[in-house]
């Protein structure tokens, strides 16, 4: 049976509609930048997305060709995630997504190297037609952030980051947004299948302890 870090993992992926604190180890993905609102017509972000699952799945499907990848094991590839930020604003302002910047990602394997992503990249040209290199190798180190499940339209996001902020003033510590530590998202739903009220979004902030 193919591994699954959604159940795996649970704490990272299917956390509880609560507030919690958690530590995130450092982890590697496949990322592409960009700017723009996410659901303007031929955005920048809905561009990206065919070009990581394009990498995310020749790599998954490395194992039928000539190149093994050493430690490989089958898995599921995990879900779309995004790191979302408007300059001089701490975390995100829904009302104005013409100013986002992003990095739209998918996690990979810790077996996957520098060297099997590049071996990707141009495999992925070379059988697609289309150029993939837009697509990074991307480690990311969260440490200590406050995470909570969103249940319902992206849009309504804010009430739950309110309902995150409170809960870690209650704890003792305070946000520690930079341009290394950024608001994140974890996209469990795909909202082309799932109906709005239903998305299920982890949304995850850095947090330091209050001195």
């Known amino acids: ?76 590839v995990p879900p779309l995630e995004g790191l979302w930020w408007q300059e001089g604003i701490d975390g995100v302002d829904h009302d104005h997504k013409e100013k986002f910047n ?13 060297d099997d992503h590049e071996w990707a990249i141009k495999q992925a040209n070379k059988k697609k037609q289309i150029d993939h290199s837009k697509v990074e190798f991307f480690t990311y180190d969260e440490k200590t952030c406050v995470q909570c499940m969103h249940i319902g339209p992206y849009d309504d996001e804010p009430y739950t980051v309110e309902l995150m902020h409170k809960f870690i003033a209650e704890k003792g510590y305070v946000l520690d947004f930079s341009d290394q530590r950024l608001h994140h998202e974890i996209y469990i739903s795909d909202p082309r299948r799932c109906d709005q009220s239903k998305l299920k979004t982890v949304i995850r902030h850095p947090i330091k302890i209050k001195f």
């Open 102 to 114: 992003f990095i739209s990602m998918i996690r990979l394997p810790d077996f996957v190297t520098k």
């Open 1 to 76: 049976m193919a591994f699954d870090y959604k159940k795996e993992y649970k704490e990272f992926y299917l956390p509880k509609n609560q507030p919690m604190i958690i530590d995130i180890p450092k982890m590697n993905y496949l990322a592409v930048r960009g700017k723009g609102d996410p659901n303007a017509e031929d955005s920048e972000y809905y561009k990206s997305i065919p070009l990581l699952y394009g990498i995310a799945y020749t790599l998954k499907m490395s194992k039928k060709t000539d190149h093994q990848i050493k430690g490989y094991f089958d898995y599921v």
